[in-house]
């Protein structure tokens, strides 16, 4: 597995185009672009994240928008505003493309009683958001995230029923737990479509740890993984917080290399 890196490990210090040049300087290839402003949905700007990665030899595997702005609105039950919120949508797909990614990785509707949901309304804003992001050759990857609809598994199990065949998945460590679920309950669920993983850690006191600090298992983790199959990179996604020095993040690499074989 290779092991990346994710830029959302350095807000609000770095520059989001800056991040490409510091990724490879501490030696990764491959990792998740997270856009933090609206301005950077633009056009302008992928050809701005392109060159970089030009540049350094860098490998955007997925891309992560500022998705608390719009993504939830984009179930609103006012359709000016889904219609609006669908334009930043567009433009990320679009932005996807242009920078050579593989995936989107989405959150989606915020958190409520599944029962209480239009189902039919939902089938068709991902059906739609599916086949937009299709037409950009990206992937959508529904993120499981713990203030969202996607940490309830009937709800994932729901779209993977009556959705796009088209819809794939982003499977986060911290925020599984934050869930009170644990990884395998979701790999059950993503299995072969599951095309992206945040890797991070925990322990009693601590909610996300740089990878090594706290006590996930990460051995039965790679083993769950083996038994779906999964072939995608593994990014570290954590924040800037967990650690005091870049070369941290380093040694938590070769950390998980030594396990994610």
């Not at 290839?29 to 030899?57: Q, V």
């Not at 990785?105 to 299709?134: E, P």
């Amino acid at each position: 597995m290779r092991i990346g890196l994710s830029s959302a490990s350095f807000y609000p210090n770095i520059k989001t185009e800056e991040s490409i040049s510091l990724m490879n300087k501490l030696g990764f290839d491959i990792g998740e672009i997270f856009l933090n402003s609206p301005s950077e949905y633009s056009e302008d700007f992928a050809y701005i994240l392109k060159e970089e990665t030009n540049k350094y030899d860098f490998h955007i595997n997925s891309v992560h928008s500022f998705s608390s702005s719009f993504e939830p609105y984009l179930f609103d039950n006012y359709k000016r505003r889904r219609d609006d919120m669908f334009s930043y949508f567009k433009k990320v797909c679009k932005l996807a493309r242009i920078v050579g990614a593989n995936c989107y990785t989405f959150h989606g509707m915020r958190l409520t009683s599944f029962k209480d949901i239009d189902k039919n309304l939902v089938v068709d804003i991902y059906n739609k958001l599916c086949y937009t992001a299709l037409e950009e050759g990206i992937k959508l990857a529904q993120e499981n995230v713990s203030w969202c609809m996607s940490s309830n598994l009937n709800f994932l199990e729901f779209l993977l029923e009556k959705c796009s065949s088209h819809i794939y998945f982003t499977f986060d460590i911290k925020q599984g737990y934050r869930a009170n679920k644990k990884p395998k309950e979701y790999l059950n669920i993503m299995r072969e479509r599951m095309i992206n993983f945040h890797i991070n850690d925990k322990d009693e006191n601590n909610q996300c740890l740089i990878p090594g600090r706290g006590k996930v298992d990460y051995k039965q983790i790679y083993k769950n993984l083996c038994e779906i199959q999964y072939k995608g990179p593994g990014i570290i996604e954590i924040y800037s917080e967990n650690y005091n020095n870049v070369i941290e993040i380093v040694n938590s690499k070769e950390f998980l290399k030594k396990i994610f074989v």
